[in-house]
């Protein structure tokens, strides 16, 4: 599903216009993003947790030349299913 069929599927479920829809999926999207951006943990109980976690810094290499290559400390996103969505895929 990419994002239009999300947007025509919560139009469809919600009442929504599509335009709503999509403003609303937005505004979500963004509300979530700036939590983890001030390090804050987003809970959405029954479907999952949204974390930022720091990595640290750590040596690769580079797939094509073999090269070793420093990949710099850095934040990442993380998301950990909720129990009612592991239990809907079961």
């Given amino acids: ?24 999926i937005e505004a ?6 700036e939590s983890l951006q001030k390090g804050e943990e987003v809970r959405l109980v029954g479907f999952g947790s949204f974390l930022c976690v720091d990595k640290p810094a750590s040596d690769g290499r580079n797939p094509r030349t073999g090269e070793k290559i ?18 809907a895929l079961t």
Avoid: Q
């Fill in 1 to 24: 599903m990419n994002k239009g069929e999300l947007v025509a599927s919560v139009s469809e479920k919600s009442g929504l216009t599509k335009v709503d829809s999509e403003r609303a």
């Fill in 28 to 33: 979500t999207f963004e509300s979530i993003t």
């Fill in 70 to 87: 420093k990949i710099p400390a850095h934040r990442t996103p993380r998301f950990k299913a909720g129990k009612l969505l592991k239990d």
